[in-house]
């Protein structure tokens, strides 16, 4: 009897867009595991219908992305560090039990990127209060950053994350502001985009062509479209910036082993996104 190929996917909606499944189908076929990563779109209360069939469709783990990467929390039975420090999880493992534990790929994928562009910020500001904020600002907490400032359009959510960095980052100085403009940017030199303000064509900028100034590194997490309006002004005012892609891989990355139990085949990885990207 043949067995079925373990299944391993993206959980979050929208997703249609997503470049994860080249990623790690390439990294299975290259270390010869029998399993295929999909895409499991799942609209606003579909996610725990999903999760009580993951046995049954035999899916042994997956990532989970925008909006779901902190309601995931109450559905799982063992948590990493990582996830109960920053309180959103993007990967998640089905045991042989049927019992889900979750980590934290994200702020390690976004400190790997980091590492590989050579940045080592000192302040910093961030648009977005939700999962993907609070990995990346853990992943600066982590990295010793002097001052991260936060804004989100959801003043609450920006409080709640604030509260808990201020008590796990004595050291890192963190503020909320309460409009865009008060995040100071002419004293900061890194501006994070983690909303999803920008994925969609109607989007608008969310910053200013005065707001931007020399020295300062864009990074939008955002890598569908490649080019943000937000990316796209950067370029304009001839500023270092970057997209999410590099987040992307290296979240994968890690996430792989995960998953896998071995080491991931990065090259195969990064090729395989590039190919996808040239497809997009």
Known sequence: MTLKPKLYGLVGFPIQHSLSPGIHNAAFRALKIKAKYKLFQLKPGQLENFLNSLTQKNIRGFNVTYPYKEEILKFLSGKS???????????????????LKGFNTDYLGFMAHLKELKLNPKQAAIIGAGGAAKAVCFALAKMKISQLCIYDIDKFKALSLFKKL?????KTKFDVASCFEDLKLADKDLLINASPVGMHQADPCLVASGDLHAGLFVYDLIYSPLQTKLIILAKERKLNFSNGLGMLLYQGVFAFKHFSGKTAPVKIMQEALLKGVMRK
């Open 81 to 99: 560090t990582g996830v109960k420090e920053i309180g959103a999880a993007n990967t998640v493992v089905v045991g042989k039990d049927g019992k």
């Open 166 to 170: 201020n008590s796990s980052f004595p």
